[in-house]
């Protein structure tokens, strides 16, 4: 199976679970939803994003293959109920409101959790910074926006942040070292 099936495959089990979740929120409403388009656009920290406006869902590729099946049953309800919550509410709640906690709770009998912990993907370009306290990771954008002269202050110890080194340029120059 060459890797656009298998993708297709995955987008296709995250729509019906989509639909899945739409379903349940129909049911214990008694009201038609919207239902959302789902992708696998989502990238960095966060398991999945719901664009409420769009009526879009992004979805991590790299966290979903971690565990398909924890993803399917925590993430794509924690994402379908905020689309529930704005179609209901509109933008005048919390993200992670009490309405949010409701139907996470009522609808799909989860607890209401606002992180995941599924492993993050590499960083493809990073950059070491220093405080009195510790050091940082920043990405290319922050990094970036500190070369030209915006200021980072630790929040622990209240100093400024300064540049130590390019992690790609060290990593790259140690694997080419053999």
Request: net charge positive; charged share 20%.
């Amino acid at each position: 199976m060459n890797t656009n099936t298998s993708i297709d495959l995955e987008i296709l089990e995250l729509q019906h679970q989509v639909e899945l979740c739409f379903e349940l929120a129909e049911t214990f409403f008694n009201h038609k939803f919207q239902p959302s388009h789902c992708n696998f656009k989502q990238k960095g920290r966060a398991a999945g994003t719901a664009h409420l406006q769009k009526n879009e869902l992004r979805f991590n590729h790299f966290m979903y293959q971690q565990d398909p099946v924890e993803f399917l049953n925590t993430v794509v309800p924690h994402e379908v109920a905020h689309i529930i919550v704005y179609q209901i509410y509109g933008t005048s709640v919390r993200p992670h409101g009490k309405e949010w906690q409701a139907v996470m709770k009522k609808v799909y009998q989860l607890s209401p959790n606002r992180t995941h912990t599924f492993d993050l993907p590499p960083t493809k370009n990073s950059y070491l910074y220093a405080c009195t306290c510790r050091q940082h990771e920043f990405t290319k954008r922050r990094h970036s926006r500190a070369q030209k002269g915006v200021e980072y202050i630790c929040k622990q110890c209240h100093s400024c942040l300064t540049f130590i080194k390019d992690m790609h340029q060290t990593e790259s120059a140690t694997s080419n070292d053999m």
